[in-house]
């Protein structure tokens, strides 16, 4: 590589701080060098592209609509070289660096936290950084290297590797079947408290899945409790003796043994919803998010309940 070229890489990797960090002061601090460096490093690329890439206050330093565009494919050059320099160098055999992971929080508790502590101790050089909640997220403004979500993304950047197609159920304490009966079908469920989860990405209730003469039907009640932000809070609720939910096998697996919870119409089970990993379009995929994707896979399928 040349010496031109080299200098151009390191005002990119400076550039990429800057923005990821907002400041050319807190990017200088992490880089070694002088504020006034990583200023030339930016006004030099500004220069040779004829574009503001940052939009300048007393404040913060915030991207112009240009610079989040170069810093975006910029991110992912850099990201690429870095994983052929460790391929050829033969580092990669070995994954190391952090890994952040977005989760919604009931697989993350369910699921991928339990299995967490085996991918560590087979991959201990990997640190694992974790964001448990239902909102939506933006992999390249939150530096997010992956994410597990319900259903199959719209967006054509992500690709997205299922890990199940998990199975559903309506539960209800024994307590509450005690004292309103149990519902043998959708009729009867319409005169039975029901506990409804509000998506935080449409706020709109979740419809309730059944298989009837075959065919899935929706169903949405007309009474009973709405819960948002966590679905969880539903599953407590529904232990109380507060009506009917409908969840995952998985989340409720624990009570249905303890018989804290009882299932019902279950004539009318076997429908499922799909939970996948999702990662950015790369060319060459990190090895770190690599066998943390196959690790999942293979752990899921040992793990269905």
């Not at 610079?67 to 052929?84: K, N």
């Not at 995929?285 to 899921?300: D, N």
Request: aromatic share 8%.
């Amino acid at each position: 590589m040349s010496h031109s070229g080299a200098v151009q890489i390191t005002s990119i990797q400076l550039f990429c701080k800057a923005a990821e960090l907002s400041s050319f002061s807190m990017a200088a601090e992490v880089a070694g060098v002088t504020p006034a460096a990583v200023s030339r490093s930016v006004g030099r690329i500004e220069e040779r592209l004829g574009v503001r890439l940052f939009a300048r206050s007393t404040r913060k330093l915030r991207l112009t609509e240009d610079g989040q565009l170069y810093y975006e494919q910029c991110r992912q050059a850099l990201t690429q070289i870095e994983d052929v320099e460790r391929a050829i160098t033969g580092r990669q055999t070995v994954p190391t660096g952090t890994l952040r992971i977005s989760a919604p929080t009931t697989y993350a508790h369910f699921r991928l936290l339990p299995l967490l502590p085996r991918f560590t101790a087979t991959y201990p050089k990997i640190n694992i950084e974790i964001d448990i909640s239902n909102r939506n997220i933006d992999f390249v403004e939150e530096g997010f290297d992956l994410a597990i979500r319900l259903g199959t993304p719209k967006d054509s950047r992500l690709v997205a590797r299922k890990l199940e197609d998990a199975s559903m159920g309506v539960f209800a304490a024994p307590q509450y079947l005690q004292r309103r009966g149990e519902p043998k079908d959708l009729d009867e469920l319409r005169e039975h408290d029901s506990i409804q989860f509000v998506l935080p990405s449409t706020g709109r209730v979740m419809p309730w899945l059944f298989k009837q003469n075959g065919n899935e039907v929706n169903y949405s009640a007309d009474s009973g409790v709405r819960c948002s932000g966590d679905v969880l809070g539903c599953v407590t609720y529904a232990k109380a003796g507060g009506g009917l939910f409908q969840t995952y096998h998985f989340i409720v697996a624990e009570e249905l043994r303890q018989g804290k919870l009882c299932e019902v119409l279950q004539d009318l089970s076997g429908c499922s919803r799909p939970f996948s990993i999702l990662y950015p379009q790369n060319r060459h995929l990190s090895v770190r998010v690599r066998a943390f994707v196959e690790f999942m896979a293979k752990e899921i399928v040992q793990a269905k309940v």
